[in-house]
């Protein structure tokens, strides 16, 4: 089956650093991949996402590259936020029709600390 | 255009109360999802619905947890004789019919606290 492995947080990092969150994947056909964000409180929102090979999602300062060598969705940012502060959980989806618990697999999130 | 509408925002309930989660999709949208989101953990799936249908419910306890999407009005999540352990931040989500391109939209989460 599907599944999403993400690097295990807290991450916790200064204002102004780099920012990596790894994330790999297994998927039996071609999936597209997604990046959500989840602020204190709040529901789950889409960050960005990426349908192919070598598509590289962007927003908000965020990217990640799709690559299928590696199975790799890895996102970066530049220099990030107290505002960034979150949780930030990895995604893949496969199924055509959407169906059931393979249609949107997670991985289980990383809590992302930024301090001043 | 709305987004996926969930209420009430908080819930609280006495154990062996009943606890009813309502979500209304996206306008569009045919499928709805429902997870549940323990303190410091990831999401769980509980099950995924389309009209009239469950068509997988994989992720939900046996016992005491249904859900349904009727024909007319919101999904519903209903939790029977309330314990402790089911409070959680429940989310749904929505999607449209087709696409892996496609991903979720989610509410903003029922907050149930079982007192």
């Known amino acids: 089956g599907n599944s999403v492995t993400q690097m295990e947080g807290p991450v916790t990092l200064s204002e102004e650093a780099f920012l990596t969150i790894n994330c790999t994947y297994t998927a039996t056909g071609y999936p597209s991949l997604f990046w959500y964000v989840q602020y204190p409180g709040e529901g789950l929102q889409l960050l960005l996402k990426a349908t192919k090979a070598d598509d590289k999602g962007s927003n908000k300062g965020f990217e990640a590259t799709y690559r299928k060598e590696t199975t790799s969705f890895h996102l970066e940012k530049g220099s990030v936020q107290v505002s960034d502060s979150a949780v930030y959980f990895c995604?893949?989806?496969?199924?055509?029709?959407?169906?059931?618990?393979?249609?949107?697999?997670f991985g289980k999130g990383t809590h992302l600390i930024i301090q001043p | 255009n709305a987004g996926v509408m969930q209420n009430p925002r908080h819930l609280v309930r006495r154990r062996g109360q009943e606890a009813r989660l309502r979500c209304s999709p996206m306008k569009g949208h045919s499928h709805v999802y429902w997870y549940r989101q323990l303190p410091e953990e990831g999401l769980k799936f509980m099950v995924y619905?389309?009209?009239?249908?469950?068509?997988?419910e994989s992720g939900m306890p046996k016992e005491r947890f249904s859900a349904e999407f009727p024909k007319e009005g919101p999904s519903i999540l209903r939790i029977q004789q309330v314990v402790r352990g089911d409070s959680a931040a429940y989310f749904c989500?929505?999607?449209?019919?087709?696409?892996?391109?496609?991903?979720?939209?989610f509410g903003s989460g029922t907050r149930l606290t079982v007192v």
């Open positions: 989500a929505s999607s449209p019919p087709v696409g892996r391109t496609y991903g979720y939209t």
């Open positions: 995604a893949l989806r496969e199924a055509a029709s959407g169906g059931g618990a393979d249609g949107l697999t």
């Open positions: 619905l389309q009209k009239e249908n469950i068509i997988d």
